[in-house]
């Protein structure tokens, strides 16, 4: 442990400088409160043992320093007898103990004890806290996988920065959550967030919406309107599916960002304007710059940060996570009793692709919740994931059959070909070339190997 | 003079040295227990006067710092470490009393029977338990002498006692951790060259 007594006395100083090193901590010394800021500015220590009175800054004033600025940093009073009432004072802020000076040798054992006692639950606090908000939660946004772990850490990076953000990722990846996110953790973070999905409103009510007009503007037009641009007032602007904007709008866009003012539609008075601005898409903007579709002068302005959401099905160890997350979430809105999610259930809710994603995740849950009978979620509660069997009716080819057949079992043993080709009662390799031939493939993408 | 052999091995590696009134039974027994935990060879010395401005007037009790330091400059060549003895009360500025008291890596270690002998309540122990534990602090204090610091197992001697209740639970022994070091100190010395 890095100790560090600090005591105007001399002969007190020493004394525990001979103790404590006989337990071999390292112990250093300071003869005032203004010696001990300075130590505790070069070097980081576990544990300060201080005398309440000290000429210039006292023991309180100093106690009252190292809490604010090392929280972690404990200390302990050393107080004379007739001075209990600043004792009782220092532990109200923030002291650990205080000891009455001189004390019993196994008084200041029982301290230690309590000092180690501590800064154990300390780090086990630390480590637990670190575990459960930055690996599984940011916020309400859950996720355990390298990619999502990263892009917990961008977040904090990017929010503190006012640059503009561009999200890239399939619909239902997340991105408006993120966006919000980044917007909760940045300095703008009172300020208002307008989410405009791009992709659903017309040009010229997408161009209305923005910049706001004038009464008379345009026929329908009865009242003077303030657009988005004004109405975030230093807040953040989420322009989502920004790959739908026609040119002409991209250039409007561009004018805003580089000259911070906008023109109200049927106004000439320009007005100036203040916001962050944060772009998604689930579109390739650079295949739409190469196909003409979309202006680069803009998407460079626009994609200063880029964050990639990758797609659930690259990353499906968030799905378990997600999946008891939404469990949780709809059983509380729904006040039904569904708890649990079956093993064969979650393995069925693993190895599915989710092309629409968490959105399509989380419309799966509440659906299986509010369907649900029991408390327990099951395969069958699912079956809606899976295209529909095919039925042998007169107009189905063998062809068919053999091809769904055989599909159901090797998903049944997770592809293990071996013990797939065994109930099938064929050999490997017939089922290999019959793999092969209806051209078959897992849906996670992984074929057992054992 | 050949760098190799160390001057102090001709003579006593430790003595035991009783202060005033100090018993020099007690003395006997730290010595035997010296001589037979550590394997060195110990002498009891004749009792000396305690220096007297190591009394504190006010607190009524003998300040261990400054006895460590007087007698530290007395003993300076004639032994490799010293046990001195007292019946007197002991303390540190920061501690009401203290059992014992060495520096780390020092050369005088002090032991003080006067809490040892009667307790808070007025009753006095068996003499052989006060024996016993004056020879704990001690071994305890020549361990510290021999850059030994606290040792965590509470049944080894190394481990700090603050009061006598857990003087009497610790064992009579040092922990393997501290045996192995006390040796390795011993031989880095010149005091002992078996390589046990
Ligand atoms: N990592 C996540 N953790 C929790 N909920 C999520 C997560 N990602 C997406 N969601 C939820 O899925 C739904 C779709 O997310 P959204 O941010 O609207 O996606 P996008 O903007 O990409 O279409 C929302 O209800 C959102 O709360
Ligand atoms: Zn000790
Ligand atoms: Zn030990």
């Known amino acids: 442990m890095d100790i560090m007594i600090v005591d105007d006395e001399r002969i007190i100083r020493e004394s525990f400088f001979h103790w404590f090193q006989k337990s071999g901590h390292k112990v250093a010394t300071a003869a005032s409160g203004k010696e001990a800021l300075e130590k505790l500015a070069e070097t980081p220590f576990d544990l300060l043992f201080v005398d309440i009175k000290m000429p210039g800054m006292d023991g309180i004033e100093l106690l009252a320093a190292v809490k604010a600025a090392y929280p972690e940093t404990l200390v302990i009073i050393i107080t004379a007898y007739g001075s209990i009432e600043s004792a009782v004072q220092a532990m109200r802020i923030g002291a650990t103990d205080y000891l009455l000076k001189p004390f019993k040798p196994d008084q200041l054992s029982l301290v230690m004890e309590k000092v180690v006692q501590q800064q154990k639950r300390q780090s086990e606090y630390n480590y637990l806290k670190g575990r459960?908000?930055?690996?599984?939660?940011?916020?309400?946004?859950?996720?355990?996988?390298?990619?999502?772990?990263?892009?917990?850490?961008?977040?904090?990076?990017?929010?503190?920065?006012?640059?503009?953000?561009?999200?890239?990722?399939e619909t239902g990846t997340g991105k408006e959550l993120i966006a919000k996110a980044i917007h909760a953790k940045s300095p703008r973070a009172n300020l208002p967030f307008i989410a405009i999905n791009c992709g659903a409103i017309p040009d010229t009510l997408l161009e209305s919406e923005l910049f706001g007009h004038q009464k008379g503007a345009y026929t329908g037009a009865i009242?003077?309107?303030?657009?988005?641009?004004?109405?975030?007032?230093?807040?953040?602007?989420?322009?989502?599916?920004?790959?739908?904007?026609?040119?002409?709008?991209?250039?409007?866009?561009?004018?805003?960002?580089?000259?911070?003012?906008?023109t109200r539609v049927g106004s000439r008075q320009p007005v100036a304007v203040n916001f962050r601005l944060i772009t998604a898409t689930s579109r390739d903007l650079e295949a739409q710059i190469r196909a003409g579709d979309f202006r680069e002068d803009f998407y460079?302005?626009?994609?200063?940060?880029?964050?990639?959401?990758?797609?659930?099905?690259?990353?499906?160890?968030?799905?378990?996570?997600?999946?008891?997350?939404?469990?949780?979430?709809?059983?509380h809105e729904t006040t039904k009793r569904v708890d649990r999610i079956s093993p064969l259930a979650s393995r069925v809710l693993e190895t599915y692709d989710w092309p629409g994603n968490v959105r399509e995740l989380e419309n799966a849950i509440e659906r299986a919740v509010v369907l649900s009978k029991s408390?327990?979620?099951?395969?069958?509660?699912?079956?809606?994931?899976?295209?529909?069997?095919?039925?042998?009716?007169?107009?189905?080819?063998?062809?068919?059959?053999?091809?769904?057949?055989?599909?159901?079992?090797?998903?049944?043993?997770?592809?293990?070909?071996?013990?797939?080709?065994?109930?099938?009662?064929?050999?490997?390799?017939?089922?290999?070339?019959k793999i092969k031939r209806y051209q078959l493939k897992p849906a996670g993408g992984k074929i057992g190997s054992r | 003079?050949?760098?190799?052999?160390?001057?102090?091995?001709?003579?006593?590696?430790?003595?035991?040295?009783?202060?005033?009134?100090?018993?020099t039974i007690a003395a006997k027994v730290i010595a035997a227990h010296v001589s037979g935990y550590l394997n060195l060879t110990v002498e009891t010395r004749p009792p000396e006067k305690i220096p007297p401005d190591a009394l504190d007037k006010r607190r009524r009790q003998y300040n261990a710092a400054t006895l460590i330091q007087t007698i530290e400059s007395m003993h300076r060549k004639d032994c490799f470490k010293v046990i001195a003895l007292f019946d007197v009360d002991l303390f540190t500025?920061?501690?009401?009393?203290?059992?014992?008291?060495?520096?780390?890596?020092?050369?005088?270690?002090?032991?003080?029977?006067?809490?040892?002998?009667?307790?808070?309540?007025?009753?006095?122990?068996?003499?052989?338990?006060?024996?016993?534990?004056?020879?704990?602090?001690?071994?305890?204090?020549l361990g510290h002498l021999l850059d030994l610091l606290h040792c965590d197992d509470d049944r080894c001697l190394m481990y700090f006692s603050g009061s006598v209740d857990t003087l009497d639970q610790t064992g009579f022994n040092f922990c393997r951790y501290c045996r192995t070091a006390l040796r390795r100190k011993l031989r880095q010395e010149g005091i002992i060259d078996t390589p046990t």
């Open chain 1, 132 to 169: 459960l908000e930055k690996i599984t939660r940011f916020d309400n946004i859950i996720g355990q996988s390298p990619a999502m772990t990263a892009i917990f850490e961008l977040i904090t990076e990017v929010a503190g920065a006012d640059a503009s953000v561009l999200l890239a990722g």
């Open chain 1, 223 to 262: 009242q003077e309107r303030r657009g988005f641009f004004e109405v975030v007032n230093g807040g953040t602007l989420f322009l989502d599916e920004v790959g739908e904007i026609s040119q002409k709008m991209q250039v409007d866009l561009l004018r805003v960002l580089e000259e911070k003012k906008i």
């Open chain 1, 300 to 331: 460079y302005r626009i994609h200063v940060i880029q964050i990639d959401i990758p797609p659930l099905r690259k990353r499906r160890e968030d799905i378990r996570l997600l999946a008891a997350h939404f469990l949780k979430k709809f059983c």
């Open chain 1, 375 to 433: 408390r327990l979620l099951n395969d069958s509660d699912f079956a809606f994931l899976r295209p529909p069997p095919v039925t042998a009716t007169p107009g189905t080819s063998l062809r068919e059959m053999e091809k769904y057949h055989i599909r159901r079992i090797l998903d049944r043993h997770e592809w293990n070909v071996t013990r797939a080709a065994k109930a099938l009662e064929i050999n490997r390799v017939t089922l290999h070339k």
């Open chain 2, 1 to 23: 003079m050949s760098g190799s052999t160390n001057p102090d091995r001709a003579k006593s590696a430790v003595a035991v040295i009783p202060y005033a009134g100090a018993s």
């Open chain 2, 93 to 141: 500025p920061i501690f009401t009393h203290v059992f014992g008291e060495a520096r780390q890596n020092g050369r005088v270690a002090l032991v003080s029977l006067f809490r040892l002998e009667s307790h808070m309540n007025g009753s006095s122990p068996p003499t052989d338990r006060v024996l016993e534990r004056a020879a704990k602090i001690a071994l305890h204090e």
